[in-house]
């Protein structure tokens, strides 16, 4: 700043010279006041500065840094845990403390037409509205469905989604019958004696029993299209047909061999024409022969 002002007196300077060398040779008159001549003549001046100063700056902003993280070629791997649940857990099954008849719908009005028995879980695929049948495989019979009641029964497994079934009721009694353990007896062979009752409404004409000693793993079949009523070895007395209120005991197939104190299981299915055809009833039942 100081150079510059100094540049410019002596442009004033010079200028005062050249115009003291152009006025005429005289000398001064000394009644012209000299100071005030040059005061007006400098008033009269005007520098003119050609210089450009530089703007006034403002400080830039340092730009703002933006930290963008590397990203790998190759992503890590992540670990996604998998839990394979068994493909059984969920499905609804049934289990009885107890032999339990299993029927053609639910409730003790329909007829008998096989037995869960205790210890056996089987799938469930229904219920009825109250929760107190459960609609599963006939046990006695593979290709049939029928109802167990949950009385002596415990359910696993999902029911959340089993459908809800609700059978149409029967307008005509079913066929039912009874049917117990009496003793055991040989005559020519051996084998155990059942008493059958029946309880129902209509009369049976053919009969199937299936004996099977649990401990030997021994079974014996039959099927009759009559009924008897065993007199000890001295023969017996043919029924035919078991008609409604009847009771008779009639003897299992023979077994080859006597019989121990071992555990048997037996299932008699009783139908109302003969071979085993029209409307058929089962019926299970496990005992002990002393």
């Known amino acids: 700043m100081f150079a510059k002002h100094r540049r410019v007196f002596f442009g004033i300077i010079s200028v005062l010279v050249i115009l003291a060398c152009s006025m005429p040779s005289f000398l001064p008159d000394s009644n012209i006041d000299t100071d005030a001549t040059v005061a007006a003549i400098l008033a009269n001046i005007t520098v003119v500065s050609t210089e450009t100063f530089p ?32 493909p059984t857990s969920s499905i609804p099954r049934i289990t009885v403390s107890m032999d339990t008849n299993c029927r053609t719908g639910p409730g003790k009005s329909y007829p008998t037409v096989g ?35 949950g009385e002596y029964a415990v359910v696993t497994g999902d029911t959340d989604l089993l459908p809800v079934y609700t059978p149409a009721p029967t307008s005509t009694p079913p066929p039912e019958f009874q049917f117990t353990y009496a003793n055991k007896d040989s005559c020519v062979g051996y084998w155990v004696r059942f008493i059958i009752k029946n309880v129902g409404s209509m009369t049976f004409e053919s009969i199937s029993m299936d004996v099977k000693d649990i401990t030997d793993s021994l079974s ?55 071979g085993l055809a029209g409307t058929c009833v089962s019926q299970t039942i496990t005992f002990r022969v002393n």
């Open 115 to 149: 037995a869960l028995l205790e210890n056996r879980p089987v799938e469930v695929f229904a219920m009825d509205p109250t929760w107190s049948y459960w609609y599963i495989r006939n046990p006695s019979i593979p290709d049939a469905f029928c109802w167990v009641w």
């Open 55 to 86: 703007p006034t700056l403002t400080p830039a902003q340092p730009p703002t840094l933006t930290m963008t993280p590397l990203i790998s070629d190759t992503p890590a791997a992540t670990s996604t845990a998998i839990f394979l649940a068994s």
């Open 220 to 274: 014996v079949t039959s099927v009759y299209n009559e009924f008897s009523t065993i007199r000890g070895c001295g023969g017996a007395k043919k029924t035919d047909p078991l008609k409604p209120g009847e009771t008779v005991t009639v003897n299992s197939p023979p077994f080859t061999s006597p019989l121990g104190a071992h555990k048997f299981k037996a299932t008699i299915t009783l139908c109302t024409e003969d």
